[in-house]
Nanobody, 116 residues
Framework: VQLQASGGGSVQAGGSLNLTCVASGSMAGISGMAWYRQSTGRQRELVASITTGGRIHVENSVRGRFTISRDTAKTTVYLQMKNLEPGDTALYFC???????????WGQGTLVTVSS
């Protein structure tokens, strides 16, 4: 599975960005997809996830501001980000996992920079 993330950029606090992750290759065995982020000096952290069954999880830190969704083919996952804060500045990674390995596949990351 190959993952291509896009949509990052620079915005001012309060602005919005929409990230897109396109998956290619065999999706057999994929149990879900997610967005993670990593800021300087910090560990990579989960932002939001969606299972193949449609179950959604959004971390408390972004709940109410970020929305994860996907297309009907289940090969593209979106992250709609609103009311961005400087603390959201990070490299955002798309992830696809299996039941055996939630961290099986990663995209290259797309940078989100939020200025105050």
């Amino acid at each position: 599975v190959q993952l291509q993330a896009s949509g990052g950029g620079s915005v001012q606090a309060g602005g919005s960005l929409n990230l897109t992750c396109v998956a290619s290759g065999s999706m057999a065995g994929i149990s879900g997809m997610a967005w993670y982020r990593q800021s300087t000096g910090r560990q990579r952290e989960l932002v939001a996830s969606i299972t193949t069954g449609g179950r959604i999880h959004v971390e408390n830190s972004v709940r109410g501001r970020f929305t994860i969704s996907r297309d009907t083919a289940k090969t593209t996952v979106y992250l709609q980000m609103k009311n961005l804060e400087p603390g959201d500045t990070a490299l955002y990674f798309c992830n696809a996992g299996t039941t055996a390995n939630l961290f099986a596949y990663w995209g290259q990351g797309t940078l989100v920079t939020v200025s105050s």
